[in-house]
């Protein structure tokens, strides 16, 4: 440690999340939108004197998502994964701490 504060500062980073699915065709291609939102917790595990600048960000962020999905990849009986095709997701996701405040 120096006189300013440690050498190294280590944080921890939690992130829970929901998100729901809806599909509106399936056929030999999927299309679906994707509606979720995710929270993002961190926390210093290493301490700084109050005199330390900058100050690393703190706190709980929020976010909300949306998404469409378009697949036309194949699942078969005996495939590890799916096959033959491409899934292609198209979305907007924002992390904000005043959302959190409206959230939690």
């Known amino acids: ?3 300013t504060g ?3 500062y280590v944080e921890r980073e939690r992130n829970y999340g929901i998100s729901v699915i809806v599909p509106f065709i399936k056929t030999a ?3 679906s939108v994707e509606i979720g939102c995710r929270w993002q917790d961190i926390s210093n595990l ?3 004197y109050p005199s330390y600048s900058p100050q690393p960000a703190q706190g709980v962020l929020a976010s909300g998502k949306l998404a469409y999905i378009y ?3 194949r699942r078969y009986d005996f495939s590890i994964s799916p096959e033959q095709g ?3 997701e198209l979305g907007y996701e924002r992390f904000d701490s ?3 405040a ?3």
């Open 29 to 31: 291609t999927q299309h």
């Open 46 to 48: 290493t301490t700084l």
């Open 6 to 8: 440690p050498k190294d």
């Open 102 to 104: 409206i959230l939690i």
């Open 1 to 3: 440690m120096t006189a």
């Open 98 to 100: 005043l959302l959190a």
């Open 86 to 88: 491409r899934t292609i």
């Open 71 to 73: 697949n036309s990849a």
